[in-house]
């Protein structure tokens, strides 16, 4: 079964402290890894998509990279603007479904 | 600028009462989903339109009906609704399977 794990569950920085997210999945012939940010009270906001192991994608102090088995999001000196749940779904080739992890609670103090 | 749109924000419903939540976009996309968020749980598909007239279900497809009334509009409906169907339900389309699902901002339903 198709499964997307992430860790930790939720995390808590001090502004300007770095760290990563981890995203492993387990699928046979990944289409795409998405990253998605979730505000309160609203939809997941769409931040990238990494298709082949290597890739890497960047906005602001954010960085995505994908290997065969996981994903990073990396947070770079982090602001109080970051907070909020990040998502990582994946797809599989020649399947219409996405499948979410239970997401990671980010936390930023000023 | 709009994207995809649900109706009702919110709404509260007795055991047995039935409702449609409406989910519409103006992004062109060919396929749309509905998803269920349960606290613990994360997003969990409902029910899925891969393309204008077809429909399938998802992981949690049981107490739910869908109609893909055109390319734009793709609705969910709860004939009896139960307890259980508490949730936040989110709506979203997508061009192709290689491409990000967008979503709209979810209705929040409570049924007591």
């Known amino acids: 079964e198709d499964q997307v794990t992430q860790s930790p569950e939720a995390l808590r920085l001090q502004e300007g402290e770095s760290s990563s997210l981890n995203c492993s999945y387990t699928?046979?012939?990944?289409?795409?890894l998405f990253w998605y940010r979730q505000d309160p009270g609203k939809g997941p906001e769409f931040l990238f998509t990494?298709?082949?192991a290597g890739e890497e994608k960047e906005k602001e102090r954010l960085k995505a990279t994908l290997t065969k088995k996981e994903s990073f999001l990396h947070i770079t000196a982090p602001k109080p603007e970051d907070s909020a749940t990040y998502l990582c779904?994946?797809?599989?080739?020649?399947?219409?479904?996405?499948?979410f992890g239970k997401g990671m609670k980010l936390t930023v103090n000023p | 600028n709009a994207g995809v749109t649900q109706t009702p924000k919110f709404q509260v419903l007795k055991t047995g009462q039935s409702m449609t939540l409406q989910c519409a976009q103006d992004?062109?996309?060919?396929?749309m989903y509905w998803y269920r968020q349960d606290p613990g749980m994360g997003l969990r598909l409902i029910y899925y339109?891969?393309?204008?007239?077809?429909?399938d279900k998802g992981e949690v497809p049981n107490g739910y009906n869908v109609s893909r009334l055109n390319k734009r509009e793709f609705s969910l409906r709860l004939e009896s609704a139960a307890p259980s169907q508490t949730s936040v339900y989110f709506c979203?389309?997508?061009?192709?399977?290689?491409?990000?699902?967008?979503f709209g901002d979810g209705t929040r339903l409570s049924i007591l």
């Open positions: 699928v046979s012939g990944l289409r795409g």
């Open positions: 990494l298709y082949s």
């Open positions: 992004m062109n996309h060919n396929s």
């Open positions: 779904a994946v797809t599989q080739g020649g399947s219409e479904k996405l499948v």
């Open positions: 339109s891969a393309s204008e007239g077809t429909t």
């Open positions: 979203a389309s997508r061009v192709t399977q290689d491409q990000p699902q967008h």
